[in-house]
């Protein structure tokens, strides 16, 4: 069951988070170090943004799913064969 965190506010400790399954949090729950009844904070969520990158990789993935990329020939030697890494050439040799 998805989770979300909920925040309360004990008038003696101060805030604290709870995490609850979503829709399940009331609107007053015990402080976990005074007992006393807390009321809960109404927050904003916490939403991320993905990079542009990560974003593009992702949608390409969905896309894969439903209508993948079909090969109709073999690649050509020239397609097949890639230039070697820079950091090869400063390597020991035997």
């Known amino acids: 069951m998805p989770m979300a965190t909920y925040e309360y506010r004990c008038p003696d400790c101060g805030r604290f988070e ?8 009331q609107a007053v729950h015990d ?4 007992r006393s009844p807390a009321r809960r904070l109404f927050t904003a969520p916490s939403l991320t ?3 542009p990158a990560m974003s593009a990789a992702l949608t390409r ?5 439903e ?3 079909v090969v109709t020939s073999v690649p050509s030697e020239r397609q097949r064969r890639r ?3 820079p ?3 400063r390597l ?3």
Do not use: D, F
Not at 61 to 65: A, F, I, K, P, V
């Open 61 to 65: 993935e969905e896309q894969s799913q």
């Open 31 to 34: 402080c976990p170090l005074c």
């Open 67 to 69: 209508a993948p990329e």
């Open 18 to 25: 709870v995490r609850l399954p979503i829709g399940t949090a």
């Open 49 to 51: 943004r993905l990079s």
């Open 87 to 89: 950091a090869l050439s």
């Open 92 to 94: 020991p040799r035997p």
């Open 83 to 85: 230039p070697p890494h």
